[in-house]
């Protein structure tokens, strides 16, 4: 049964209709005690709450009952309904333990398909509290794994990736959006695509956006699309992401570097899942699932005032860590052999193999850039050797010819280029900052337009440098 919280008696009525025609037994009540009461009786599978359900509009009674319906029924998700200006309520009651919330006035479709992802998401503990592939092995568990679901290019068996390719079956049939959190080259992009192809749209659209790579003055373009004439270099009708993707999923990567102007108009389109496009004012409905990814910490940069809080909630309903290669070692060697077989028929080399001493020693390595940098090394040291059996000596030679790290702070003089292989780029652009922030003086805004950054995106970069300011 499904619990409507709402003083509107229309409200009510159409809910509770809407609920009955797509299969769900529903039950309505106007306040807070006979809220309480049904809870305390028999706990509804979900409950569906106005956040001003009085005469009163500050939602602060909202809160309230949110706060004591979790504290009589933990297990009982709720879903809050908002108005779109009190989006910060909200977010204040996902905090107090709602499950999700959506804006008025809400679409039908939209709706459903959310109570449907609230409650697949909440059987999932107890589905999980029996999997028996928890106590196989893990080489067992992996083979099991790849029998229930497509994980195509995700090499590894070790317990923390297992756990999170348990944790991508499960959340993939839902519309749930997801997090995924991670170090750069620890494969985000490959469990996005895992996501979608375990879901009901794997055979609609996959689109991936790389956010970092726009500009804020090119979002809405980029993003939405643009009608001819929109606006001067507008030539010809152009489709935007988000078309492109709908029916299917769309994968926001680097969502920590958006612009805060960029981020209101995304959870704008998130929210209400339409968007326009530019130069045509008709509203288009969107029917996508979004996953977002970061190598940064956006709670941080929530703490911060560098990423929106309601954004934050908005595409965090699930979140997925992925470990750091460093962190699941033993994957190291099949990740290797992966690679050499790829190789092997890349470069139509069939006797190609990596010694058992060599993956001892590769298994050591810090590796900061993950697989990636695995991944390099490995190809390197193939082209490289011009061995049929790569040693631990072919692997050395190739590491040394990583760039050499420059102590923060320190760089080439005023006016001279860095030696090629001194300085990483992300060192290199350190540096420039350092320099430019010297010669200005410490002003912001000068800085960030000699390097042709917006203020946001300056300060992102010295928060991501570690780099003190004013």
Do not use: C
């Not at 726009?214 to 939405?224: G, P, T, V």
């Not at 809080?309 to 962190?327: H, K, S």
């Not at 780029?425 to 950054?453: P, T």
């Amino acid at each position: 049964m499904l619990l409507i919280v709402d003083d509107d008696l229309a409200v009510r009525t159409s809910l509770k209709l809407l609920l009955k025609q797509a299969g769900y037994d529903a039950q309505a009540v106007a306040t807070a005690p006979k809220t309480l009461a049904v809870v305390r009786e028999m706990p509804p599978q979900l409950v569906l709450m106005d956040m001003n359900f009085s005469l009163a509009t500050t939602g602060a009674d909202g809160l309230a009952l949110l706060r004591e319906v979790k504290a009589l029924a933990p297990q009982v998700p709720v879903i809050l309904i908002t108005g779109w200006g009190s989006i910060g309520l909200a977010v204040e009651g996902m905090k107090a333990g709602a499950a999700e919330f959506v804006t008025k006035p809400w679409d039908n479709e939209t709706l459903l398909q959310t109570i449907r992802t609230v409650l697949a998401l909440n059987a999932g503990p107890a589905a999980r509290e029996t999997d028996p592939s928890e106590t196989a092995s893990p080489a067992a568990s992996r083979r099991q794994l790849d029998q229930q679901y497509r994980l195509a290019g995700i090499v590894g068996h070790d317990p923390q990736l297992l756990h999170v390719l348990r944790h991508v079956g499960q959340v993939a049939p839902t519309d749930a959006s997801v997090l995924i959190e991670g170090e750069s080259g620890t494969g985000k992009e490959l469990i996005a695509e895992a996501i979608h192809h375990n879901s009901h749209r794997r055979h609609q659209p996959f689109v991936k956006v790389n956010l970092g790579g726009i500009s804020a003055s090119l979002f809405e373009s980029e993003m939405f699309g643009h009608r001819r004439g929109a606006f001067t270099d507008a030539k010809a009708d152009r489709a935007g992401r988000f078309e492109l993707a709908n029916g299917g999923t769309i994968f926001l990567d680097e969502i920590g570097e958006l612009e805060l102007a960029s981020q209101v108009k995304l959870l704008r389109v998130l929210q209400d899942r339409t968007y326009e496009v530019l130069g045509d004012s008709k509203p288009r409905r969107l029917d996508i699932r979004v996953i977002a990814a970061t190598n940064r910490n956006l709670a941080e940069m929530v703490a911060q005032g560098l990423f929106r809080e309601d954004l934050f909630y908005r595409i965090n309903l699930i979140t997925v860590r992925l470990p750091a290669l460093r962190e699941r070692p033993a994957d190291v060697p099949l990740l290797t052999q992966h690679f050499v077989d790829q190789l092997r028929a890349t470069y139509h080399r069939p006797a190609l193999r990596v010694s058992t001493r060599a993956l001892h020693w590769l298994r050591e390595q810090p590796l900061p850039g993950n697989i990636r940098e695995l991944k390099n090394l490995v190809e390197r040291a193939v082209l490289v050797s011009g061995k049929e059996e790569l040693g631990p000596e072919d692997f050395q030679a190739n590491a040394q010819h990583l760039p050499a790290r420059v102590p923060a702070g320190h760089g080439p003089a005023p006016g001279e280029l860095p030696a090629p292989g001194t300085m990483t780029l992300d060192e290199l652009e350190a540096h420039m900052i350092r320099q430019s922030l010297s010669h200005y003086g410490g002003n912001i805004s000068r800085v960030a337009k000699a390097l042709g950054l917006s203020r946001g995106a300056l300060y992102r970069r010295l928060e991501k440098h570690a780099i003190p300011f004013e």
